[in-house]
């Protein structure tokens, strides 16, 4: 595995650190004025989720592991494990629905997702960035109420809450931002 210095760490990338595996969440390069300069590093384990802050000077040697990423289609839900199947080989997969934390309602059935391996064990999920959502519950429009930067809350087809522009209605499909699970557009 390549080795890199502490101050090339970088938010996603992924490191194996005190026997574990840990996904870089936030960096800060930090120049101190007596010394030298640092990297704090908050970093979250891949494995059962704990968080952990850490500092790397430049001439700490880390190991950054490649993940294989594979996209896989989403089958259905059973007993709180989510079941994947490979596109390729047509293999199937159980993983924990917590896996994907506040984000599941956006997972939708035969949705492609990008699921990442460490030799065998898979250890992290990404939907798609973009997911096209109903809108089931928000006020009405009012019309000439279209002032800068007001936005009103609604009720997603998934139950997810989130804040919109005032010009989209009821039982309008728009576009949900995954990562910041936050309006993106009209579909």
Same mark, same amino acid.
């Given at each position: ?13 992924? @490191? ?30 891949? %494995? ?17 592991? %490649? ?32 896996? @994907?934390?506040? %984000?599941?309602?956006? @997972? ?14 898979? @250890? ?61 557009? %009209?579909?």
């Amino acid at each position: 595995m390549p080795k890199i210095n502490g101050n090339e760490i970088r938010p996603g990338n992924v @490191l194996e650190h005190e026997g574990g595996l840990w996904v870089a969440v936030k960096v800060d390069h930090v120049k101190p004025g007596k010394g030298g300069a640092f990297a704090q590093v908050e970093m979250k384990n891949l %494995r059962n989720g704990s968080k952990l802050n850490e500092r790397f000077r430049s001439a700490d040697k880390v190991e950054r592991v %490649r993940l294989e990423q594979k996209d896989q289609q989403f089958l259905y839900e059973s007993d709180g494990m989510l079941v994947f199947m490979d596109s390729e080989t047509f293999e199937q997969i159980e993983l924990p629905a917590d896996l @994907l934390g506040e %984000r599941r309602p956006f @997972l939708q059935d035969g949705m492609t997702v990008v699921i990442e391996y460490y030799d065998t064990e898979a @250890l992290n999920m990404t939907l798609p960035q973009k997911v096209v959502c109903k809108i089931v519950e928000t006020e009405p429009v009012v019309k000439g109420q279209t002032a800068a930067n007001s936005f009103k809350p609604a009720v997603l087809d998934n139950g997810v809450r989130v804040m919109v522009p005032p010009f989209v209605a009821q039982d309008e499909d728009i576009v949900v931002n995954t990562e910041t699970m936050e309006y993106a557009e %009209r579909a």
